[in-house]
């Protein structure tokens, strides 16, 4: 079955970088895209961008563009998301999520079970 | 950036009750529209896409509707296990956005 497995809890200081895994199993990896979405406490979802795992093509939110980098490794089948010049605006739960390819619509079918990444002096 | 408006932002319903939430567009998206559920402290999980598809596995007392700007998500028979809150989404065009939340609460 379709499994996203992402990397544990995480404490950063302002300023840090964070780096979060997300290792995919069950299905053939280089046929997705994997998304990143964000949600701080009590808030709603916010997308950050996506990676191509076929060819490592990216597309970031704006609102990210400059500080996000998501690489991907097929041997490992695995997606990373790292975020750099970390604030206390940037606590929240990570999720990475799957768009199968190539698909007729794009939807995020499979989720990982999220990271929560902490921002605090 | 398409925002999209959700309402209401809160509804009490009673089990088995009917129920419609709304998601409205800042510019037409087509069919490009997705609703998620999510439960404390897990993620969400995809129930309708392209308005109106359900998702494999999902019950089918959950439906969707609406094309251009005005969307709708119905829950003809609400379950106990259907009190949580739920987004719509949009694929139009990057950034992708989500509405801000539907959380649907025990009466």
């Known amino acids: 079955q379709v499994q996203l497995v992402q990397s544990g809890a995480e404490v950063k200081k302002p300023g840090a970088s964070v780096r979060v895994s997300c290792k995919a199993s069950?299905?053939?990896?280089?046929?997705?895209?994997i998304h990143w979405v964000r949600q701080a406490p009590g808030q709603g979802l916010e997308w950050m961008g996506w990676?191509?795992?076929?060819?490592?093509?990216?597309k970031y939110s704006q609102k990210f563009q400059g500080r996000v980098t998501l690489t991907r490794d097929t041997s490992a089948s695995t997606a990373h998301m790292e975020l750099n010049s970390l604030k206390s605006e940037d606590t929240a739960v990570y999720y990475c999520?799957?768009?199968?390819?190539?698909?007729?619509?794009?939807?995020?079918?499979?989720w990982g079970q999220g990271t929560l990444v902490t921002v605090s002096s | 950036d398409i925002q999209l408006t959700q309402s209401p932002s809160s509804l009490s319903a009673s089990v088995e009750d009917r129920v419609t939430i709304t998601c409205r567009t800042s510019?037409?998206?087509?069919?490009?529209l997705n609703w998620y559920q999510q439960k404390p402290g897990k993620a969400p999980k995809l129930l309708i896409y392209?308005?109106?598809s359900l998702q494999s596995g999902v019950p089918s007392r959950f439906s969707g509707s609406g094309s251009g700007t005005d969307f709708t998500l119905t829950i003809s028979s609400l379950q106990p296990e259907d009190f949580a809150i739920y987004y719509c989404?949009?694929?139009?065009?990057?950034?992708?956005?989500f509405g801000q939340g539907t959380k649907v609460e025990i009466k």
């Open positions: 392209a308005a109106s």
């Open positions: 069950g299905y053939t990896f280089s046929s997705s895209a």
């Open positions: 999520a799957r768009v199968d390819l190539p698909g007729v619509v794009a939807i995020l079918d499979y």
């Open positions: 510019q037409s998206i087509s069919t490009y």
């Open positions: 990676i191509n795992a076929a060819n490592g093509n990216t």
């Open positions: 989404q949009q694929t139009y065009t990057t950034p992708w956005t």
